[in-house]
């Protein structure tokens, strides 16, 4: 892993590197509440949280992989709820 893709960023400096540049806030949500049950990894330094280059990489892929799942999952027909419930 190169020294760029350890390097911490603020929000502001993520959404600049996201495609679509995404607002903080965006960015906010995403490690608060997650997409599709997975959350941005990040760190606070004080008060401000951070990311790494990695980070946004591996919570991409994740996303991706948790999409491609409920599709499949939509495709056979089974319920998400019952599904987690019965898990739980």
């Known amino acids: 892993m190169t020294n ?3 390097e911490f ?5 993520a959404s600049k ?13 995403w490690r608060t509440k997650g997409v599709h049950g997975v959350r941005l990894r990040s760190a606070c330094a004080g008060r ?6 990695a980070w946004i990489e591996q919570f ?5 992989e948790a999409k491609r799942d ?3 999952m939509d495709e056979l027909g089974w319920d998400r709820d019952i599904l987690a419930d019965a898990v739980a």
Not at 17 to 29: D, Q
Not at 48 to 53: F, N
Request: hydrophobic share 35%.
């Open 4 to 6: 760029e893709q350890t």
């Open 9 to 13: 960023l603020t929000l502001a400096e």
């Open 17 to 29: 590197i996201i495609p679509g540049n995404p607002g903080i806030v965006t960015l906010w949500r």
């Open 48 to 53: 401000v949280p951070c990311t790494t280059r």
């Open 60 to 64: 991409m892929i994740e996303v991706e």
């Open 70 to 72: 409920e599709r499949e």
